[in-house]
């Protein structure tokens, strides 16, 4: 196992910083030991895409998670898609009961970028997931962050962006005061080692809107960052595939049909076997943060320049005297994340 400076093992040194920066009180659902789960309250922000529905289906899997809602952003593509499939997946799981607000319709300053090249027309391509018939919430996905983090005990919501960070620099602008009843932010997004995945600086979500990502990195809430570095050595391989068609079931199925047509154009980009499943890295650190590894770092991002807009500059090595504001993610066990998705997917 490689070391830090300091001489302790990376994974046991950012559990004790982990378990440091996050000892907000995790909340104790059922009394008496038979019946002890500890349920964690999130709010998803997606921009559906094959690795986000995977992420959905997987949080939607997972008792110890209780989804207050499902914000949709545009991102992949464009929000009146990103809402609908976030609808979808949630029929898929069967769990019709869950609220899927709309969002933002384009980054704070600058003019959408979508991927419809990597996700395909619909965002979802691959199955043929029918038109949902779950109703979308009427309420402005910004204005019900802002009220459920004003009504729920501080430091007790999660929030888990898996798109640009646009609603939550938007609830953050609107309602300061949510910075400081925030639990933590999970997010997938920047890159540093393995460089971007749309400009050779930039990782997609976070060049979508940099500015808003320059907002959440400013906020001062406590941040986990899952960067390209982590989520590029969490490969769909075809026989990791096969396991999710294995299950039999409708999700299962869905879920292979997802995963094969998102790694096709990856494949040929990246020269591997099989595309990284970026997004369900976020929930899987909440389920089993074990299974990742990381220090605490500055991360900054470029907002000025055209050659680098939306790179995020980590000091890994603590150069500079920037205060350290993310937990940056570097390694995963890939095999046991991938354990933990075909075994939770198939409860559905
Ligand atoms: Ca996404």
Redesign the pocket.
Request: hydrophobic share 15%; net charge negative; charged share 30%.
């Given at each position: 196992m490689h070391q830090n400076p300091d001489g302790i093992p990376a994974r046991a040194s950012d559990m004790v910083r982990a378990a440091r920066q996050f000892k907000a009180p995790i909340k104790v659902r059922g009394r008496g030991k038979g019946s002890m789960a500890e349920t964690q309250k999130i709010i998803i922000d997606?921009?559906?895409?094959q690795?986000?529905a995977v992420a959905i289906l997987l949080a939607l899997a997972s008792p110890e998670l209780d989804i207050l809602g499902i914000t949709a952003v545009a991102?992949?593509v464009p929000l009146k898609l990103t809402e609908k499939n976030a609808r979808k997946i949630c029929e898929l799981a069967g769990k019709p009961e869950t609220k899927v607000y709309a969002g933002a319709i384009r980054p704070l300053a600058r003019t959408l970028v979508t991927a419809e090249e990597v996700h395909g027309q619909t965002g979802l391509n691959g199955p043929d997931l029918p038109e949902p018939t779950m109703k979308l919430q009427e309420q402005y996905a910004v204005d019900f962050i802002v009220e459920t983090l004003m009504r729920e005990e501080a430091h007790t919501v999660t929030l888990c962006p898996?798109?640009p960070l646009t609603n939550i620099a938007l609830a953050l602008i609107r309602e300061p005061k949510i910075a400081k009843r925030i639990k933590q932010i999970v997010l997938?997004g920047g890159g540093f080692f393995e460089g971007g995945n749309v400009t050779p600086a930039a990782e997609f979500?976070i060049y979508v809107d940099p500015q808003a990502a320059d907002v959440v990195l400013r906020s001062g809430i406590p941040i986990v960052m899952m960067p390209l570095d982590v989520t590029h050595k969490a490969l769909t391989k075809a026989s990791r595939v096969e396991k999710f068609r294995a299950l039999g079931t409708r999700v299962g199925i869905a879920t292979a049909q997802m995963l094969e047509f998102f790694e096709r154009f990856d494949e040929q980009k990246y020269g591997s076997d099989g595309g990284p499943l970026?997004?369900p890295c976020v929930i899987a650190y909440l389920l089993k943060p074990e299974l990742f590894s990381g220090r605490e770092c500055n991360v900054t991002v470029e907002t000025a320049s055209e050659l680098t807009m939306g790179m995020t500059v980590v000091d890994w090595w603590g150069v500079t005297k920037r205060a350290k504001n993310a937990m940056v993610m570097r390694d995963i066990d890939h095999e046991g994340f991938f354990d933990l998705l075909v075994e939770r997917l198939g409860r559905l």
């Open positions: 997606t921009d559906p895409g690795d986000d991102g992949n898996l798109g997938m979500n970026h997004d």
